[in-house]
């Protein structure tokens, strides 16, 4: 007895020329089968793979809105909590700097009128320090806002609708 590995011929499996040419000897049938076939039905035939088509196209274009929907619920839903952390943020940093930014600007000033016996010098000081934290404020308040919007929800819809304009920019 020989066993596979001493045999020539592969294990079960047929060669490429093999699947090559039942390949085209199926493809040589059915063009025999479409030629000897009436025109009706070779026009029926291609209507039921327009048909086909069709259906696919409608199923995948379906599909993309449904993802499209999808994505605009997930950026709502990011959104809200941006938008709750923003009120919740915004509420917190006012009540907190409140106390501690008048106790800070107190102690800063008592300390600036001793070294300075200045009241103008002292108020300047203050105001400086003042608008130096609303500044930091705004920025922080910006950057958490920056947060809200639907932007990915935007470019699946236009790449849904608008999908045939770009591919023909890009061929040019």
Not at 116 to 129: F, G, H, K, P, R
Not at 164 to 171: R, V
Request: proline share 2%; glycine share 6%; hydrophobic share 50%.
């Amino acid at each position: 007895m020989q066993s596979r590995e001493a045999s020539g011929a592969p294990s079960g499996a047929p060669d490429q020329a093999t699947a090559e040419a039942l390949a085209a000897q199926q493809q040589a049938v059915s063009e025999q089968a479409k030629q000897k076939k009436p025109f009706v039905e070779q026009t029926l035939d291609q209507l039921s793979e327009m048909a086909a088509l069709s259906l696919s196209v409608k199923q995948r274009y379906t599909g993309q809105v449904k993802l499209a929907g999808k994505t605009a619920k997930a950026e709502w839903q990011l959104t809200a909590r941006s938008l709750t952390i923003a009120a919740a943020l915004v509420v917190c940093f006012g009540a907190g700097m409140i106390l501690l930014w008048c106790s800070i600007l107190l102690l800063l000033g008592y300390l600036l009128f001793q070294l300075t016996s200045s009241i103008l010098i002292t108020a300047a000081a203050l105001l400086l320090l003042q608008f130096g934290l609303l500044f930091w404020c705004w920025r922080s308040l910006g950057h958490v806002l920056s947060q809200v919007g639907f932007s990915h929800t935007w470019q699946q819809i236009r790449r849904l609708f608008f999908a045939p304009e770009e591919e023909d920019k890009d061929a040019d």
